[in-house]
């Protein structure tokens, strides 16, 4: 049974700094590339960031490019995404997701960890 | 980027047949495949229907996919409402190596 377990969400004040972790189970994490998405108060969702199978390969929304990193740890079994500079508008609930084989769609989500940013 | 615009909501009765519509803005929808999410309240999103119309295991088969070239949507239908099936639904669609939500439809059955 494949399994994404998100951990690390906390409140944190504007400007500070967090790391989210996506434990996974069930499947063979070199085999997938895997996403954060993430949900706003009563918002619709967003695509936050990718990362290729092998962790080589990284691209990220126009809205966190250059202030959230994602990477992975695949003799661990988990996702990462560090977050740094963060703003009131990057409050939500962050969803790890694994990609389908062919990239284009998202078949399996984890429950969430709720990141605050407010002072 | 392109956007994907769904209606905000809709309601319908149990028994009935509902649609939701996904209309992309700039370039064609047959481009890339086009998947639909249901997201119960308080839940996490799961999938329902991907690569236009396929249905993933254990999704009844009265949830179906679609796709119209001439409007540039996507849309989904659902037959024979539950009220288990009241519950948020996103399109999504991918570009390249950016991946786009619709903003989501709220389907009340009532």
């Known amino acids: 049974e494949v399994q994404l377990l998100e951990s690390g969400g906390v409140l944190v004040q504007p400007g500070g700094s967090l790391r989210l972790s996506c434990a996974v189970s069930?499947?063979?994490?070199?085999?997938?590339?895997m996403t954060w998405v993430r949900q706003a108060p009563g918002k619709g969702l967003e695509w936050v960031a990718t990362?290729?199978?092998?962790?080589?390969?990284?691209y990220y929304a126009d809205s966190v490019k250059g202030r959230f990193s994602i990477s992975r740890d695949n003799s661990k079994n988990t996702l990462y995404l560090q977050m740094i500079s963060l703003r009131a508008e990057d409050t939500g609930l962050y969803y790890c997701?694994?990609?389908?084989?062919?990239?284009?769609?998202?078949?399996?989500w984890g429950q969430g960890t709720l990141v605050t940013v407010s002072s | 980027n392109f956007m994907l615009t769904q209606p905000h909501s809709v309601s319908e009765s149990p028994g009935k047949t509902v649609t939701i519509s996904c209309t992309r803005s700039?370039?064609?929808?047959?481009?890339?495949?086009v998947q639909w999410y249901q997201q119960r309240p308080g839940g996490a999103p799961t999938i329902v229907i991907y690569?236009?119309?396929?249905?993933p295991s254990g999704v009844p088969d009265r949830f179906s996919g679609s796709i119209d070239r001439s409007s540039n949507s996507a849309s989904l239908t659902i037959s024979g409402l539950k009220i288990e099936d009241e519950a948020d639904y996103y399109c999504?669609?991918?570009?390249?190596?950016?991946?786009?939500f619709g903003g989501g439809t709220k389907l009340t059955v009532l």
């Open positions: 700039s370039g064609s929808i047959v481009s890339n495949f």
């Open positions: 069930g499947f063979t994490p070199s085999s997938f590339a």
């Open positions: 999504q669609s991918y570009d390249s190596i950016t991946w786009v």
């Open positions: 990362v290729g199978e092998s962790g080589a390969s990284t």
């Open positions: 997701a694994r990609h389908s084989s062919n990239w284009g769609s998202f078949d399996f």
């Open positions: 690569e236009d119309n396929e249905r």
